[in-house]
């Protein structure tokens, strides 16, 4: 039997380590380690949680809207405040954005290098890779020029001698499977991509006045002054702006991202029976909220439990407030009963690694005691048995060109999928909340914003919303208008968490389990399936040893 380790898993946001024992060939038992401690709800007690928005959206810097926007949904939920049509449209289009943005770079930048080799991309014919390009879709750049710029790039680049943050690639690893000029095609549009994820990080700066990290919240609504006839507020110039960035961005969805996934689905077909969950349970909230009262959504919300599904309408669904836990007998804190996350403390007890007792700082978030996985995959399986039309349609669009079953998107290749299904819908309700927004305002309601009083005493609030990577809530203890006490319960919280009190493992681990490894020293097969989570492991980034050692090992021992 062999012990596979590997830390940092690269290509994510924060500090993850994953390791694996493998018995003959497949993996036989998995664990999830998240490295960093993030300690920023225990310094939210004692403050004024009206502000509370603009310090937990530093719990991560890629994801800084989802949690700000959170925060505030938590703390007019206490304060039983309602928000206005033009100010829930506004957070609604900064959420869409952020989404399109996030699902672009997680595809083309941190899961498509485990699945396309660009050293093999230096063997390709530009002539052919541009005409296999044209064939899957009417994109303006996929041209011989294109794919040969591309590859001239490419080669000065490894003609330097260093790989830079392609070094620690698996190139020619067994299970690469893709021609050398479909190859260069997914490297070219790897180029492509980061022009157009910036195009709509633009646009959610215009709005929010900063990206990251937007400074446009207050409870009660936003403080983006909007009139349209002012150079100094959100105009029809600016409108007129976002508008052209998002056509753009639209384009590119339709006609690069969506054909790529379906080309290298189609490549790795297999990869939709493998690194599924035991667990066959999903959670998903409503979001987009297009009324004052949060009382109607464009997306459906949902909760699959063992094949059967129950529709969550509301962020006042009891199952929602009443039963998640979360559990920290295998996490690096001294509670380890399982706590509501209104009672959630984080007391750090740091043991080291230990595979049957602490080994990671994530808690183990827990549903009525139910493994539950969250994300695009839990999004897309709420709105298509919700019946959500523009759902229904991308699912089956996607499953017929690739030529698989709804119940095979519990998979590696099935979450890359979901995720760009995910974006697809993202488009449509950015295209819907900026017309609505546009015509409530030409009704004549031009307000932004409700006055909010402080309340006395003691109150309680929660705040949900679907970030990029899943099921997003923020809990908050209101007392004499300090914050007595924060938790938040993030996507890859549920998705990363270690065993719990029964000894089940999170998703994360469940999707490794039996999964064949070719070469335990390039444990491709692990990334592959980690990556397809797209893990955010607050709260900070390191890559480069400033002295320039080699700083990601993987063990085998």
């Known amino acids: 039997m062999a012990r596979i380790t ?46 509370a928005w603009a310090m937990v959206q530093r719990f991560c810097g890629v994801c800084t809207t989802t949690h700000a926007l959170c925060s505030i949904r938590a703390v007019e939920d206490a304060y039983n405040v309602e928000v206005p049509v033009n100010a829930q449209m506004m957070r609604n289009l900064v959420m869409s954005m952020q989404s399109l943005q996030d699902h672009i770079v997680h595809f083309y930048h ?69 021609t050398p000029e479909v190859n260069l ?27 990251p990290h937007i400074q446009n919240l207050c ?19 600016r409108v007129a702006w976002i508008r052209n960035l998002l056509d753009e961005v639209a384009f590119f969805v339709r006609e690069v991202y969506i054909p790529d996934v379906i080309a290298i689905a189609s490549a790795y077909k297999d990869w939709f029976d493998i690194g599924s969950c035991e667990s066959n349970n999903y959670i998903a909230t409503p979001d987009f909220p297009m009324d004052p009262k949060a009382e109607n959504f464009l997306m459906p919300g949902g909760i699959i439990v063992d094949g059967k599904f129950r529709a969550v309408t509301s962020w006042k669904d009891e199952e929602l407030r009443n039963d998640i836990t979360e559990t920290s007998i295998h ?24 595979d049957k007792g602490k080994y990671s700082w994530c808690k183990a978030p827990r549903l009525a005691g139910k493994v539950m996985q969250t994300g695009p995959i839990s999004q897309v399986l709420a709105g298509y048995y919700a019946g959500s039309e523009n759902v229904k349609k991308y699912v089956d669009l996607v499953a017929s060109k690739v030529g698989i079953k709804v119940s095979q998107l519990n ?61 997003l809530s923020h809990w908050v203890k209101i007392k004499d208008g300090v914050i007595e006490n924060y938790s938040a319960v993030v996507p890859s919280t549920w998705d990363a968490s270690p065993r719990d009190e029964n000894g089940v493992q999170g998703p994360y681990e469940q999707s490794l389990m039996n999964t064949k490894i070719a070469e335990p020293e390039k ?35």
């Open 331 to 354: 996490s690096w804190y001294k509670e380890d009963k399982p706590l509501h996350p209104y009672d959630g403390a984080q007391t750090p007890n740091y043991t080291g690694f230990e």
């Open 219 to 237: 409870v009660g609504g936003v403080s983006t002054a909007i009139d349209m006839d002012s150079i100094a507020a959100l105009n029809m110039e």
């Open 6 to 51: 590997v830390d940092p898993i690269t290509r994510i946001e924060g500090h993850l380590r994953i390791d694996v024992e493998v018995a003959n060939g497949k993996v036989s038992d998995a664990w999830s380690s998240a490295q960093a401690f993030r300690g920023i709800e225990t310094i939210m007690r004692g403050k004024d949680p009206r502000s």
């Open 411 to 471: 998979s590696t290749m099935g979450r890359n999928a979901a995720r760009a299904i995910r974006s697809l819908v993202m488009v449509d309700n950015s295209y819907k909340c900026l017309e609505t927004f546009l015509d409530n305002y030409a009704k004549g309601d031009h307000e932004y914003v409700n006055n909010v009083p402080t309340p006395k005493g003691e109150c309680q609030g929660a705040g949900f919303n679907e970030a990029p990577r899943g099921m």
């Open 185 to 211: 095609i997914g490297f070219a549009h790897y180029l492509q991509a980061l022009e157009y994820q910036r195009k709509i990080a633009q646009a959610v700066a215009i709005i929010g006045s900063k990206n």
């Open 523 to 557: 444990p491709l097969e692990v990334l592959r399936s980690i990556h397809s989570f797209d893990p955010c492991i607050a709260c900070a980034v390191h890559t480069v040893d400033p002295e320039g050692k080699e700083i990601v090992q993987v063990k085998v021992r």
């Open 110 to 178: 941190l899961t498509a290098l485990d699945w396309v080799d660009i050293v093999s991309a230096l063997k390709a014919d530009p002539a052919k890779a541009g005409m296999i390009a044209q064939s899957l879709s009417n994109w303006p750049s996929n041209s011989y020029n294109e794919m040969k710029d591309a590859q001239d790039k490419l080669k000065a680049f490894v003609g330097t001698g260093n790989l830079g943050i392609y070094g620690s690639g698996y190139w020619g690893h067994p299970d690469m499977r893709l």
